[in-house]
């Protein structure tokens, strides 16, 4: 393999448009304060979407996490049942740094938890079990609740975060997809982009060779892997980065790059590709943001029903209605943005070709978009995402522990939303971290 670099002859964004450009509490001034110092520090309960009913061929098993990804622990949860991966079900990815509390389902027909031995792993426990008649999937839940001490601040600060979260409450929240989604290098949209693109050298590129961002457990590695030492770089990558593995171990064999990038996991394929869904998603978001319309509607754009997700073209007639700023207040209805795929319905207008300009600027054309949904077996349908979220339920105080003083945030936000873009216009800093969905 060659060394290669982003074709030369397209010019795209590589931001990852995590930080925001500008804050929509931008007149309260920043909280500051650290995220995570401990796993006690943030802590996110899943919302379920429905309760189990008792019977049927699925094992719901409610957990709490901590120091684990999602994916991991689903890997254990089959090994423990002796089951496959997709005999596993779950409702949303939550990030490994963190105490985490959500649903697992495993498809069990025949057999009772009875017949299993006890879990023993320190990194999970099951707080309770019960059965139902379908398989969880993603998307099962109704939202998350979140509790988050923010350390190294004054309990004084308790005052102007409460001021972030009564206007969030009363405008929305940016919904931002969080940075985690975009992986400890901020790289996981350009593998996604050249996923896309259909480019498997540059896919292997992004994964596996050294980049700007380096962190010492991997850096060996990725330098083994830019003087195609496979074999030797794989014996340094963790298992637990499951991409990365499965690409160095079939190059390691002699498989050819289109090979190596097939080996990827499914899921994690998927992951990719959302990732850089969200990098366009975060442009459109960004400028929407700019422009301080971010709680209106202009001809041309999909509104998004938080009621059931629907969404509707607004008219001229729409924007001027009294009916729809009435909407708008209450937070029922708002201005969506691109997830792109082939069938994404497409806003109009103005919006429309912006939103097809941030595509552009990451060097992807809407053609090769249906062209990768037309070969790829995982297809790409897209979707419009909200561009905010109500803020709900939410409480602020001040205190002191043995750790020293800090700030309690608790709030909950709609399923698909990001605790990031809440933390962010609280310590209005680009460091937010979040435990709503992460690769592990």
């Known amino acids: 393999m060659t060394g290669i670099d982003a074709p030369t002859d397209r010019a795209f964004d590589r931001s990852p448009h995590v930080s925001p450009s500008r804050y929509l509490t931008h007149d309260i001034g920043p909280v500051g304060g650290t995220l995570k110092v401990r796993p006690e520090d943030f802590i996110v309960e899943e919302l379920p979407a429905y309760q189990p009913c008792g019977e049927g061929e699925h094992l719901y098993l409610f957990l709490e996490k901590r120091g684990l990804s999602t994916l991991v622990m689903v890997r254990e949860i089959?090994?423990?049942f002796g089951v496959r991966e997709s005999a596993v079900?779950?409702?949303?990815?939550?990030?490994?740094?963190?105490?985490?509390?959500?649903?697992?389902?495993?498809?069990?027909?025949?057999?009772?938890?009875?017949?299993?031995?006890a879990i023993e792993d320190d990194r999970f426990r099951v707080l309770w079990v019960d059965r139902h008649t379908n398989k969880l999937r993603r998307?099962?839940?109704?939202?998350?609740?979140?509790?988050?001490?923010?350390?190294?601040?004054?309990?004084?600060?308790?005052?102007?975060?409460m001021r972030v979260l009564n206007e969030l409450a009363r405008v929305g929240v940016p919904n931002r997809l969080g940075e985690q989604r975009f992986g400890a290098l901020q790289c996981n949209h350009l593998v996604g982009r050249a996923i896309v693109l259909g480019d498997d050298e540059q896919v292997i590129r992004q994964l596996l060779f050294p980049d700007d961002v380096v962190f010492e457990s991997t850096a060996e590695a990725r330098e083994l892997?830019?003087?195609?030492a496979w074999k030797e770089a794989l014996a340094l990558f963790s298992r637990s980065a499951l991409a990365e593995h499965a690409v160095c171990r079939a190059l390691a064999r002699g498989s050819s790059p289109a090979k190596a990038v097939a080996a990827i996991p499914n899921h994690e394929r998927q992951y990719f590709v959302s990732a850089f869904q969200s990098a366009v998603f975060n442009a459109v978001l960004d400028e929407r943001l700019d422009a301080g319309s971010l709680d209106t509607l202009v001809q041309g754009d999909l509104a998004f029903k938080h009621e059931n997700g629907a969404v509707f073209d607004v008219a001229a007639e729409d924007v001027s209605s009294a009916q729809t700023r009435e909407r708008l207040g209450r937070i029922e209805i708002s201005p969506s943005g691109p997830l792109w795929g082939a069938s994404m319905k497409r806003a109009g207008g103005r919006v429309g070709a912006a939103e097809i300009d941030a595509l552009a600027r990451f060097g992807v054309t809407i053609d090769e978009i249906d062209a990768y949904s037309n070969r790829s077996r995982h297809n790409l349908p897209g979707a419009r995402r909200p561009l905010r979220v109500p803020l709900t339920n939410h409480d602020v105080d001040g205190g002191m522990d043995e750790h020293g003083h800090y700030v309690r945030l608790a709030f909950e936000l709609p399923r698909?939303?990001?605790?990031?873009?809440?933390?962010?216009?609280?310590?209005?800093?680009?460091n937010g971290d979040d435990s709503s969905g992460a690769r592990p």
């Open 78 to 80: 089959a090994r423990h």
């Open 89 to 117: 079900g779950y409702a949303g990815l939550k990030d490994k740094h963190a105490i985490t509390r959500q649903l697992v389902s495993v498809h069990l027909p025949g057999r009772t938890h009875d017949e299993f031995p």
């Open 139 to 161: 998307g099962h839940l109704e939202g998350n609740r979140f509790v988050i001490r923010l350390r190294d601040v004054e309990a004084t600060a308790a005052l102007p975060a």
């Open 225 to 228: 892997c830019a003087q195609a």
């Open 416 to 430: 698909g939303a990001f605790a990031t873009s809440v933390m962010q216009e609280v310590v209005k800093a680009s």
